[in-house]
C-alpha cells in the first residue's frame, strides 16, 4: 500500500464544503464514541448500523450529506481506537492506555475519508470530482507525480486532508512497490544524536539541520503576533486569524523539513548498504527530559527509523533495531566497560583503542546488528529477519553474482 498525495486547487466556496464535510466527519466519530461509550457497540458492526441509523434521523440533516461509505470508515476509526485502547490494556504497558478522545474541530487540522464511492478522477487523473450531498465539486489536482501509472481499480481510499496552506487529498494505492538493485557487500551501524543526525559505523558525521532552533526567532514573532491580537471572552478578528494561520503555515514548514531530511538520509542509507543497524530507542520516554526534549524532538529520529525501514522493504535492504544499551559504554575493539558522562565526546580504552564517542557506539551497534541478524564473520547464504518481521533470504558468495529473494 503506498500513498500518493496532491494538492487541491478549487475557489472559496468549494473550501467551505469540504470543511462541512471534514466536521460531519469529525460529528460521526464523537457520535459512534458516545454510542461506545454508552455501551451500546460491542464490535465494529454494531458502530456500521448506527451510522446508519444516525443518517436517518432527522434531528442531523447534515449526516446524510455525507456519503455512507465515508460514514462507515469514520465508524472504522473510531473502532481502531478503541481496539488499540484493549490491546494496550491487555499487554499492561506502562503509563497511559489511550483512552479514545473526542476530536476537536480544529481550523487546520482534520481530515475525512472516502472509500470507492463519492469520488470521480478525469480521464486524464488532473481532476477529481467530489460526487456526495456537500457537492463540492471539481478540484484541480497539483502533485509531483504522476496517477496515471496506476489503475483505478487499485485505489482503495481516497482521504481529503485540511492543513495550514490548504486541502490535500491522499489516494491510498493497492500496489507492492519493490525496486530490483545490485548488493554493495556493505554493512553499516547508526548512532543518532543531537549534535550530528546520525554517526555512521565508517567514521561519517552527518549534521543536524537543526529547523526548528534556525526557524525560533520567527515562530517566537508569529507568536506575539497572535497573542497581541487575542481578545479573551469575545470573537476572534479576522487579523487574529490571519495571524494563527501563519504560525501554523510556520511550523508546517518545520516539519516539512524535518520529514524531506529525514527521507533522503534514510534512502542514502538504504541504497549504499545490504544491512542497517540502528538503536530501538524509546524516544517517548527520553523526551520527559525537560532540558533535552525540544532537541531530540527537533532531530526526528522517529522519523529517520521510519523511513529506514520503509525503503529497507522497497530495496529489500535488512533493517535491524538493537538494543541502545551500553552501546557508548563498551569498547568496540576488545567489549571492555569504560564508564563515560554524556559530556565526555572521546571514547578512550585500556587496549589502546582511541575513537569518537559516537563512532565508537555505531560500532557496537553494527555488531550487535549483525549478531541479531544472524550474521557469522563472511557473508553466507542464510535467512535474515528485518526489523518488520519479513524474513529475506540473502544469497551472497565472493564469487557469484548475489541477489535478494523475499
Not at 466536521?23 to 458492526?45: H, M, P, Q, V
Not at 455512507?68 to 503509563?95: L, V, Y
Not at 548488493?183 to 552527518?206: C, E, H, M, Q
Not at 534514510?266 to 548498504?273: E, H, K
Request: hydrophobic share 30%; charged share 30%; with cysteine.
Amino acid at each position: 500500500m503506498i500513498v500518493y498525495e496532491a494538492k487541491l486547487k478549487g475557489n472559496q466556496h468549494q473550501y467551505e464544503r469540504l470543511n462541512e464535510a471534514v466536521r460531519t466527519g469529525l460529528f460521526i466519530r464523537n457520535s459512534c464514541l458516545r454510542f461506545w461509550e454508552d455501551g451500546n457497540a460491542k464490535s465494529r458492526y454494531d458502530l456500521y448500523k448506527y451510522v446508519t441509523r444516525l443518517a436517518k434521523n432527522a434531528d442531523f440533516p447534515w449526516a446524510k450529506k455525507l456519503n455512507s461509505q465515508a460514514r462507515q470508515a469514520m465508524a472504522e476509526r473510531t473502532w481502531a481506537a478503541i481496539s488499540r485502547f484493549f490491546d494496550n490494556c491487555k499487554k499492561q504497558i506502562p503509563g497511559k492506555k489511550g483512552y479514545p478522545k473526542y476530536k476537536k474541530n480544529r481550523p487546520l487540522h482534520g481530515s475525512v475519508e472516502y472509500k470507492v464511492t463519492g469520488w470521480k478522477l478525469s480521464k486524464n487523473r488532473d481532476t477529481i470530482t467530489f460526487t456526495d450531498g456537500f457537492k463540492a465539486g471539481k478540484f484541480k489536482l497539483y502533485a509531483s507525480r504522476d496517477l496515471n501509472y496506476y489503475q483505478l481499480e487499485q485505489i482503495k481510499r481516497v482521504r481529503v486532508v485540511r492543513r495550514a496552506d490548504g486541502f490535500y487529498v491522499q489516494f491510498c494505492i493497492d500496489f507492492d512497490r519493490t525496486e530490483e538493485r545490485q548488493p554493495t557487500g556493505k554493512t553499516v551501524g547508526l548512532d543518532v544524536g543531537i549534535s550530528a543526525f546520525y554517526t555512521d559505523s565508517d567514521g561519517n558525521k552527518i549534521d543536524n539541520p537543526k529547523y526548528l532552533r534556525k526557524s525560533q526567532k520567527a515562530l517566537k514573532r508569529l507568536q506575539k503576533r497572535v497573542s497581541r491580537k487575542f481578545k479573551k471572552n469575545s470573537t476572534q478578528s479576522s487579523s487574529y486569524k490571519k495571524a494563527k494561520q501563519k504560525l501554523a503555515r510556520k511550523h508546517l514548514k518545520v516539519s516539512r523539513q524535518r520529514k524531506d531530511f529525514a527521507v533522503k538520509s534514510a534512502l542514502c542509507v538504504v541504497r549504499s548498504n545490504d544491512l542497517v543497524a540502528y538503536e530501538d530507542l524509546k524516544v517517548r520516554n527520553m523526551v520527559k527530559n525537560h532540558k533535552l526534549a525540544k532537541s531530540i524532538s527537533d532531530a526526528s529520529w522517529t522519523q529517520l527509523r521510519t523511513w529506514l525501514e520503509y525503503f529497507g522493504k522497497v530495496f529489500g535492504t535488512v533493517t535491524v533495531a538493537v538494543p541502545p544499551h551500553y552501546t557508548s559504554q563498551n569498547c568496540s575493539n576488545c567489549g571492555t566497560t569504560v564508564k563515560k558522562s554524556l559530556s565526555t565526546r572521546t571514547h578512550k580504552c585500556v587496549c589502546g583503542t582511541v575513537l569518537d564517542r559516537d563512532e565508537n557506539a555505531a560500532k557496537n551497534i553494527l555488531k550487535l546488528g549483525l549478531r541479531t541478524a544472524g550474521h557469522a564473520g563472511t557473508f553466507q547464504s542464510q535467512y535474515w529477519i528485518n526489523a518488520s518481521g519479513q524474513m529475506s533470504l540473502l544469497c551472497l558468495d565472493e564469487s557469484q553474482d548475489t541477489k535478494f529473494a523475499d
